[in-house]
């Protein structure tokens, strides 16, 4: 069992950078991929980005590269989210998840979910 809780969701203008952490907890990631997901009110969880635990191997949503980056930090059991840039479409509620299934750029695959945190950005 894994638990995930995310972090570092505001209210923050377009044009400024945020990022999000996800700390996991219950039992060590070795193996699994952690990914980024967001929502936005009436839409469906949308593909962020994706990094393998034992790699580091990312993958993007083609439409974030650039402006999105992820990372992890080993010692920590956590992995970010940096954006940069932001727009006032990125307004949504970001989730994290892992994957036991390896990088997947879809939601149905990922066995764990925290609870979101919010982030809202202002014209």
């Known amino acids: 069992q894994v638990q995930l809780v995310e972090s570092g969701g505001g209210l923050v203008q377009a044009g400024d950078s945020l990022t999000l952490s996800c700390a996991a907890s219950?039992?060590?990631?070795?193996?699994?991929?952690v990914g980024w997901f967001r929502q936005a009110p009436g839409k469906e969880r949308e593909f962020v980005a994706t990094i393998s635990w034992n790699t580091g191997t990312t993958y993007y949503a083609e439409s974030l590269k650039g402006r999105f980056t992820i990372s992890r930090n080993v010692a920590k059991n956590t992995v970010n989210l940096q954006m940069n840039s932001l727009k006032l479409e990125d307004t949504a509620v970001y989730y994290c998840?892992?994957?036991?299934?390896?990088?997947?750029?879809?939601?149905?695959?990922?066995?764990?979910w925290g609870q979101g945190t919010q982030v809202t950005v202002s014209s």
């Open positions: 219950g039992r060590t990631l070795s193996s699994y991929a």
């Open positions: 998840g892992v994957s036991r299934a390896g990088l997947q750029l879809t939601a149905a695959p990922y066995a764990y």
